[in-house]
């Protein structure tokens, strides 16, 4: 091989190592905007703000799957460098390096859809404990409307009333029902807000059994004229 051909033959690989490197480059670039969306804290306000973060989220992730081709056509790009270049300390421990952070990114990725559905399932609980609550606070309002009778035909009415709140009453059930049934369940995964769970059930029950409580001695003291 002649002079002038070993420097063209050097010069076109000093050009593709040099690409290699602002390749790479790109390729850190990427990463880190991907690194700043994968390790966000932001999980939300309510169902429905995370719902919409668990959208963006997938989007991020698809990308992120996509984007192994990128780092694939870097290590193709390695192997075309001259024989040197492609064994040399720089490029080898630039695409160890980069292959280590990919896989980070998908580990932060994993971690970050867990804790968006931890949220999601949290917020579920405490939007069906905050209805049923609400819904205990107006029927513990009507209740102290319901006077004892004072003659036969208030009691008829009354009775009509409150047969009404005691099919209210066996319809909530199941709500509270499926308040415990989300809790035992999130409490059962190890939910990270497992404390803030057992406040919101105890406190749930302990309104719904008062609540069971007065409608009782309602119904026994509302059968009797005064």
């Known amino acids: 091989i002649d002079a002038a051909a070993y420097r063209r033959k050097r010069l076109e690989e000093a050009v593709d190592f040099h690409q290699f490197f602002a390749d790479a480059d790109d390729v850190d670039i ?64 630039r695409l160890a390096s980069i292959d280590h952070r990919y896989k980070e990114l998908m580990e932060l990725a994993k971690l970050r859809k867990q804790r968006l559905l931890d949220a999601l399932s949290l917020y579920k609980l405490l939007s069906e404990s905050d209805g049923v609550e609400q819904w205990i606070g107006e029927k513990d309002r009507m209740l102290q409307t319901m ?6 035909e208030d009691v008829e009415i009354m009775k009509h009333r409150y047969d009404g709140f005691e099919k209210e009453m066996n319809a909530n059930a199941s709500r509270v029902a499926v308040v415990n049934q989300l809790a035992r369940q999130l409490l059962h995964v190890e939910h990270p807000n497992s404390e803030q769970i057992v406040t919101r059930q105890n406190q749930l029950n302990h309104e719904w059994a008062e609540l069971r409580e007065k409608a009782e001695a309602k119904r026994d003291r509302k059968s009797t004229p005064r």
């Not at 006077?147 to 036969?152: E, L, R, S």
Request: no cysteine; net charge negative.
């Open 30 to 93: 990427w990463m880190l905007d991907t690194l700043r969306l994968v390790s966000s804290e932001d999980v939300g306000r309510d169902e429905a703000n995370v719902q919409s973060l668990l959208k963006k989220h997938k989007d991020v992730t698809d990308e992120l799957k996509n984007y192994s081709s990128s780092i694939e056509t870097l290590h193709k790009q390695a192997e075309q460098l001259g024989e040197q270049d492609r064994q040399s300390p720089e490029v080898v421990e």
């Open 147 to 152: 006077v004892p009778a004072k003659d036969i």
